[in-house]
């Protein structure tokens, strides 16, 4: 009866890493700005990846601030990036992403919020011998498996928008490029035929009546 409820609550565990690490898009509207809030216990660690990917310029004001209003990080006019660090301060701690500098132009953000959460610190750890110390070593295992993995997906992530815009830009640049390519055609034909019709006319024998 143990093997199976132990089973479950490695799945659990598991499972409620990768629900602490989900991605979302958000889109924020020309002179908008949204935020969002994680409440954290002193000692955990927070993290903030994010990823431009469609929207004028592909930039964003980013910001994070702590539970009593002090600024913590600031970017302005970032494409993409990832920021984590420890949290210094018990309550909630918020992200923003700014588009005011934005005239018209809506903004889609790819981003993810992480949160580890301190180890607790077990006083009878020494004393845990046997199968329940097993337990709790495979507990942590699959902890920091289900961490990594997270890492990984958000990369993967990432790495598609990436490819998305990178796709996006090359096309525009080819679209440019052929419309260039047509529009020198165009002017080179049309100097060509100006040029025979002033060279016929120019040798042209009128006769005088």
Known sequence: MQKPILYLTQF???FSVFQQGLSYFLTV???AEECFF???EVGSKLGLMYEISEGGFLDIDVKIIDPDGELIYEGLRE???KYTF???KKGAYTYCFSNQMSTMTPKVVLFSMEVTEPEKVDLEKDSQTGEEGEHKKLETMLRNLGSAL???KHEQEYMNVRDRNHRAINES???RVVMWS???SFVLLSMTVGQVYYLKRFFEVRRVV
Request: glycine share 4%; net charge negative; no cysteine.
């Open 12 to 14: 659990l565990t598991l």
């Open 29 to 31: 509207d020309a002179h």
């Open 38 to 40: 994680d409440k954290v």
């Open 79 to 81: 494409s993409s990036g």
């Open 86 to 88: 420890a949290a210094t």
């Open 150 to 152: 997270t890492s990984v």
């Open 173 to 175: 640049t080819n679209k």
């Open 182 to 184: 047509f529009f020198e």
